[in-house]
């Protein structure tokens, strides 16, 4: 089957999703890489309200009630956008955040943290001490 594996990605770059789509071997994740540039353009082309909105769709399969927010999911994107704080993109950047609470109320209340890496291929996994715990500073799906 390596033939059809080229052919496929030889036919991805010149044709795109039409082309993988003839070909019958296009898989869902290969569809949604190939139009994701895209569909973040248009997205930024529109308002933050109906960003928000669309993204909160896709992700949960129904639109959010900001009448009467029930949901902590739709509390915070009621927070999100009528009552904006300053402080919450450093509270939701867990490294921006033991720097703020450092800052604000002093290095005792903060967790060590051993280092901060931008990138998992970074990670020397053999040079850390066990037990040890390894989290993502502030993403979203990516794990």
């Known amino acids: 089957m ?5 052919r496929v990605s ?5 044709h795109g999703v039409a ?7 296009v898989t869902t994740s290969s569809i949604k890489n190939s139009i994701r540039p895209q569909y973040r353009q248009v997205m930024n ?3 933050m ?10 992700a949960l399969g129904r639109w959010p009630n900001l009448q ?9 994107l009621w927070r999100r956008l009528y009552d904006p704080d300053d402080r919450l993109p450093y509270l939701v950047d867990k490294v921006k955040c033991k720097e ?6 002093g290095a005792q209340f903060v967790t060590p943290t051993s280092a901060v890496f931008e990138n998992a291929d970074e990670i020397d996994f053999d040079a850390l001490i066990l037990p040890h715990i390894i989290k993502a500073g502030k993403i979203t799906g990516q794990i």
């Open 45 to 47: 082309l529109l308002p």
């Open 49 to 58: 309200r109906a960003r928000v909105l669309i993204d909160y769709f896709r």
């Open 19 to 25: 082309s993988m789509l003839y070909e019958g071997v």
């Open 2 to 6: 390596d033939l059809g594996d080229n």
């Open 100 to 105: 703020f609470i450092a800052a604000h109320h």
């Open 68 to 76: 009467q927010p029930e949901t902590y999911n739709e509390k915070i």
């Open 10 to 14: 030889l036919s991805r770059r010149r």
